[in-house]
Structure formats: structure tokens, C-alpha cells
């Protein structure tokens, strides 16, 4: 069985092991419009064969599945050697049903229905606990903003020309994407604290953006200005609907 990721690896590998086909679509596509790798497992014999066949950061464990519960499944899996952090799935939230999460070899347990930006909040502290660098490469829309090159593309490859500070708003935007962001909240993560700028240069540079990025009515994500507040990005999904968390 693989333990740890394979080096080199550009974005953090997660294996999302959940027998409701609507979860399992809904939440793969949420983590992998945050930049991580995703694979999907149905049960617990397929979740077997993805480890057989590569190495994950962190397993998104559902307790409840087809061909058994998801604590023996992790303890079978820990007893041969299984590195990665776990998250744990379920709507079973008595306090015994945690604590057997937890001795199983979890090292997060949530209860379902769960909040989305919650669920991606501990999937990021599990990553940084391990140590390993949180995504980013952000594919949205059609186009790909690569942090780490610092570069905007296409979907045929094409660069889309930014500005730092426009790459630095597009970045904030879309990590705090289906939230109302304050201009003053968005002028101290962009601009920086200690920098005096007027806050309505932020609706110039969204200006410019959305210019750049080609929006129209019709295109498949939105900067929505909040009148009195600031402004909020959403991102259309597979399905045609705005994602706006």
C-alpha cells in the first residue's frame, strides 16, 4: 500500500470515499475547484484499489458504506501502514461514534449535513498539519490562475495578461469565492495593511479584471457588486448553476 505522496506531486492528493453518488460528486467538484487532486471511491473495496494504485495526503472517509463501516475499514487500513490524515464523514455525532472515529486512526471527525466552507476549512488544516503546501492552482470558468508561476491561462493554454495586484484580487476572490467581501478587507489582503489607498480603487481594478477576463452576462462566473459592502465572486458548476461557496 502507498503511505505518502508521491514527491513531486503539484497538487495535494485527497481520495473521497462516499457511497452517495450526489455527495460524492457535489464534494469533489468543491475540492477540486480549491486545486487538489481528487479521486473517488463508492466503498470500501474500490477505496482499497485506489490506495493499492497510488499515494493520497488525506482520505474524506464516510463511516457508513455498502461493503462495510468506514472505522474498520481505517483501522484495517492504519494496521498496514497508512499514513495520510483522515477525515471522517457521518451523521452518526454521539459522543461513542466520535470517539471510535478518533481511536480508529482519524484525525477529524464532522458530522453530516455539513457546512461546506467548514468541511474545506479542516480539510486545509489537516494538510497544513501534515505539512504539505495547500493548492495553488485554481481552475475556474475556463481559465487556470497558477499562484505559483503566477500566471492566468486559458483552457487552450493561452495567458491572459494581469497586473500583480489584478492576479492578487483574482487569487482573493476566488479562495473566498460565494462570500461578501468588504473593500477594506479586500484593500488589507491585497494591497496590504500599511498601504493608504481609496477603497473605491477596488471597483476600478475589479473593472479592469472583468474586462480582461472577458465577462459578460452570460459567462459562467460573476463578480457581484454588494452595494454598501464590497463585492462577492461565484463561480458557475458543471451542472449551470453559480457555485457560491
Do not use: C
Not at 505522496?5 to 450526489?22: C, F, K, N
Not at 457521518?90 to 470517539?99: F, G, H, M, P, Q
Amino acid at each position: 500500500m502507498s503511505t505518502s505522496p508521491s514527491q513531486g506531486t503539484a497538487r495535494p492528493a485527497i481520495l473521497l470515499v462516499e457511497d452517495d453518488t450526489t455527495l460524492r460528486l457535489a464534494l469533489a467538484d468543491n475540492l477540486q475547484e480549491q486545486g487538489y487532486a481528487v479521486e473517488v471511491a463508492p466503498s470500501a473495496r474500490e477505496a482499497r484499489a485506489q490506495l493499492q494504485a497510488r499515494a493520497f495526503d488525506l482520505l474524506i472517509l464516510d463511516v457508513m458504506l455498502p461493503d462495510g463501516d468506514g472505522y474498520t475499514l481505517l483501522k484495517q487500513l492504519r494496521a498496514e501502514g497508512l499514513t495520510s490524515m483522515v477525515l471522517m464523514l457521518t451523521a452518526r455525532t454521539l459522543e461513542e461514534d466520535i470517539v471510535r472515529g478518533f481511536e480508529a486512526g482519524a484525525q477529524d471527525y464532522l458530522g453530516k449535513p455539513y457546512r461546506l466552507r467548514e468541511l474545506l476549512a479542516r480539510v486545509g488544516a489537516l494538510l497544513r498539519r501534515a505539512g504539505t503546501p495547500l493548492p495553488e492552482v485554481f481552475p475556474f470558468a475556463g481559465f487556470t490562475l497558477d499562484l505559483g508561476r503566477r500566471t492566468l491561462t486559458r483552457e487552450d493554454g493561452a495567458p491572459v495578461e494581469l497586473t500583480r495586484t489584478e492576479l492578487d484580487l483574482l487569487a482573493y476572490l476566488l479562495r473566498n469565492r460565494g462570500r461578501a467581501l468588504r473593500r477594506d478587507d479586500i484593500l488589507d489582503a491585497v494591497w496590504g495593511r500599511d498601504v493608504v489607498v481609496d477603497p473605491r480603487t477596488v471597483d476600478n481594478f475589479v473593472s479592469s479584471l472583468k474586462r480582461k477576463l472577458g465577462w459578460t452576462s452570460t459567462s459562467p462566473f460573476a463578480i457581484h457588486a454588494i452595494r454598501g459592502v464590497g463585492y462577492r465572486m461565484e463561480v458557475e458548476t458543471g451542472e449551470g448553476s453559480v457555485r457560491s461557496g
